[in-house]
């Protein structure tokens, strides 16, 4: 029988609670957060029979009692479809109008979360199960308000404190497994160098920004060197996080109007971008001993973006020559990161590119938009690249990218 691969999960996702943001907030900040109430709508005979049936099945292959499940479904908080910012909903309405469709279709992958209210404990168990030794969490509800470009830095800043307050008595269920990743607002830049010090003395290994333009700024910007300089420093590495239905500006605005638009473009283009930002302005450059994740795009682009932006600099480099040294790819390979879609074509020639150190796994659970099957896709990863390979892919280049023990 093979040996059974260890799994460090880099990017998994919490759901934060409603309250967080209606009542953990400063007076001030809290009341223009509003968790709206949706009205009930009245199941006909027939989908009150189809429910009822779909919950049993599922709750019997989960070896959960259904009426502890209802219970706890009755006593869950509005979903994120309801929650408003300043009386204007935080999700587009492109995103609202399928949330919910979204959100029947998975509920039977996560009824031990339901029964759990989504704490850390129901994380550590569920994840375990599924062959999980280590994951480091990242935010669901709070990465789309971290992408709130008009929002005034001071409600960011409370908002961001608050959220890393919370994520830090999540992870207290089960220190060993919840990993807690800082997240920052980028509208206030002196307030990121603060937070990262914050988080640093917690025992973190590491934060998240954004990796658009977030207040007409780039990763790039002269505002944001304290905090590149910090977290080499501190040994902090820094996941570029985006996704779908964020209010900042992307290469796509004007160009996607769907949901399959929108979810299809979004993670690529803005790390696609934000890559170039941290090579043409020399931030990897300044801070060599800086890591840098790029996380949940997959990483089939890449081996052309890298050819590319060496081909520029073979060119052009000179225009850029006194804060950009060496060519892209080998700056990304010194000290850049990116995640892998198991199934993805590519990761062969991303590894031939920059090497077999730099691709990290994550199964983005518990999101929709990945079904949870972390087993398979540990077993496809040797089955494409052998054991060993996978092996790193799996738990050691995690390990090297989060500063953590092996």
Known sequence: MAKRQRIL???????????????????????????????????TWEEEVEWRARLVLACEREGLDVEEVEEAMARAEPGIQYLEVDGEPLLPDVARKIWGTLAARGFTQYL??????????????????????RA????????????????EPRFAVALMRAYNDWLRSFCAADPDFLQGVGALCRHDPAAMVHEVERVA??????????????????????AFEPFWTRCEELGIAVGL?????IRLPDAGDGHVHTQFGIHTAANPMQLTFALLALLEGGVLERHPGLRVGLL??????????????????ARDGWTVS????????????????????????????????????CVLYASDFPHLDHPPHIQEDASLLVERLGS????????????RFYGVRD
Not at 332 to 356: K, L, N, W, Y
Not at 388 to 399: F, P, S
């Open 9 to 43: 999960d880099v990017d998994a996702h919490v759901v934060e609670p409603g309250h967080l943001w209606t009542r953990s907030l400063p007076r001030g900040f809290r009341e223009r957060m509003r968790l709206r109430t949706p009205e009930p709508r009245a199941r």
């Open 112 to 133: 031990p979360l339901i029964r759990g209210g989504f704490d850390g404990a129901s994380f550590s168990e569920v994840m375990r199960t599924m062959g999980v030794e």
């Open 136 to 151: 480091f969490f990242y935010p669901t509800v709070f990465l789309l308000l971290l992408g709130v470009d008009g929002m």
């Open 201 to 222: 003395r917690w025992g973190w290994k590491a934060v998240t920004v954004h990796p658009q333009k977030v207040k007409g700024r780039l990763l790039n910007d002269p």
């Open 241 to 245: 996080h985006g996704g779908a239905h």
């Open 296 to 313: 949940e795009a997959g990483c089939g682009w890449l081996p052309y973006w890298l050819w590319r932006l060496d081909a520029a600099y």
């Open 322 to 357: 006194e804060h950009v040294r060496r060519k892209p790819s080998e700056y990304f390979a010194r000290q850049c990161f990116i995640t892998c879609e198991p199934s993805e074509p590519g990761i062969e020639q991303v590894i031939d590119a920059v090497g077999e150190d």
């Open 388 to 399: 060993r390979v996978a092996g790193k892919i799996l738990w050691n280049n995690g390990c």
